[in-house]
């Protein structure tokens, strides 16, 4: 019998339990005093019993009312309660936001962003979690994610922010020992470290004009990571490709070399990302816009305009 209640019925229910009128609980709750009537007999009908002593004056609760009153108010507070807090953290910037991101953009970029929103916003919490392998946002409860290249996901929703290069690199001590190669079709003759990440990390199209030049790689050794890629590179391990942005400061540096820079790669995008719901919540909307602003402001290569 509980299964087939009308909920709705419970606060006009609570109202007319404490205004005693019918007509004071239709202006507190915005309705008719047909529709509390009506609502009010159906729930007795429902119960079996009868709830309120109506007289031309006053309406009163009987003795199944009131058992029924104290049994179901603390319950319709806390449950107001639950609903006005949910309602605050979806409208001010309180809670916890749960951002994903490869480690190298983690560390390049975002973690500075993140520290300077976190420092606005005192009463959010930030899970910044950095990982290359890309993480299932649902199961993970990852509110938002950045994501480096093509998106495999369909279910998502995303957000491109901008584009970046993809360079070409070995390190000094490699080529020195193994040669510059001056012309794609050469890195078949190279040590190729292949990222692991990608779906097809031994083949790539160079562009020249309109000469395009597909060369399928052969790997000897093969990383799971950004990380763990340009570490084996600037250790002369071999060749291999990376975004700009995560090699800038060593090649400024002189441990890594861009190859063929007279050649283009295709260009890979930077995303937001979302999970599959309805709505996105205030801090997820207010920290990628945040974001833009503050890579605009300092001249971020990797992130253009959405």
């Given at each position: 019998?509980?299964?087939?209640?009308?909920l709705n019925?419970l606060?006009l229910?609570?109202?007319?339990?404490e205004?005693?009128?019918?007509?004071?609980?239709?202006?507190?709750?915005?309705?008719t005093?047909?529709?509390?009537?009506?609502?009010?007999s159906?729930?007795?009908?429902?119960l079996?019993v009868?709830l309120?002593?109506r007289?031309?004056?006053?309406?009163?609760?009987t003795?199944?009312?009131?058992?029924?009153?104290?049994?179901?108010?603390?319950e319709?507070?806390m449950?107001q309660?639950?609903?006005?807090?949910?309602?605050?953290e979806?409208?001010?910037?309180t809670?916890?936001?749960r951002?994903s991101?490869?480690?190298?953009?983690?560390?390049?970029?975002?973690?500075?962003?993140?520290?300077?929103?976190?420092?606005?916003?005192p009463?959010?919490?930030?899970?910044?979690?950095?990982a290359?392998?890309?993480?299932?946002?649902?199961?993970e409860g990852?509110?938002?994610?950045?994501?480096l290249?093509w998106?495999?996901d369909?279910s998502?929703?995303?957000r491109?922010?901008?584009?970046?290069?993809?360079?070409?690199?070995?390190?000094?001590s490699?080529l020195?020992?193994?040669?510059?190669?001056t012309h794609?079709q050469?890195?078949?003759e190279?040590r190729?470290?292949?990222?692991n990440l990608?779906r097809?990390?031994?083949?790539?199209?160079?562009?020249?004009?309109?000469?395009?030049?597909?060369?399928?790689?052969?790997?000897?050794i093969?990383?799971?990571?950004t990380?763990?890629?340009k570490?084996?590179?600037?250790?002369?391990a071999?060749?291999s490709i990376l975004?700009?942005?995560?090699?800038?400061?060593e090649?400024?540096?002189g441990?890594?070399?861009r190859?063929?820079?007279?050649w283009?790669l295709?260009?890979?995008?930077?995303?937001?990302?979302?999970?599959?719901?309805?709505?996105q919540?205030?801090r997820?909307?207010?920290?990628?816009?945040?974001f833009?602003?503050?890579?605009?402001s300092?001249?971020?290569?990797?992130v253009g305009?959405?």
């Open positions: 019998m509980a299964r087939d209640l009308d019925s606060p229910f609570l109202a007319l339990a205004t005693h009128s019918f007509t004071a609980t239709a202006e507190r709750l915005g309705c005093k047909t529709r509390v009537s009506l609502k009010i159906q729930l007795e009908a429902h079996g009868t309120f002593q007289t031309t004056r006053r309406v009163q609760l003795q199944a009312g009131h058992s029924l009153y104290q049994a179901i108010q603390p319709m507070q449950l309660a639950a609903l006005h807090h949910t309602q605050i979806e409208h001010q910037l809670g916890e936001l951002i991101a490869p480690e190298d953009y983690a560390v390049a970029v975002l973690g500075a962003a993140v520290a300077d929103f976190a420092q606005q916003h009463e959010l919490r930030i899970d910044l979690r950095s290359d392998p890309i993480s299932n946002m649902v199961e990852v509110d938002l994610a950045f994501r290249g998106l495999r369909s998502l929703r995303a491109e922010l901008g584009q970046f290069e993809q360079y070409l690199l070995a390190a000094p490699y020195a020992a193994q040669g510059t190669p794609p050469q890195l078949v190279h190729w470290i292949a990222l990608l097809a990390p031994l083949t790539w199209t160079f562009q020249q004009a309109d000469q395009p030049q597909r060369v399928q790689m052969k790997a000897q093969s990383a799971h990571s990380a763990g890629l570490a084996l590179l600037v250790a002369g071999g060749i975004p700009d942005l995560s090699v800038r400061s090649i400024e540096q441990q890594l070399v190859l063929l820079p007279h283009s295709p260009p890979g995008a930077i995303y937001a990302v979302y999970p599959p719901s309805r709505r919540p205030a997820v909307r207010a920290f990628v816009d945040f833009q602003r503050w890579s605009a300092r001249s971020i290569p990797m305009r959405a």
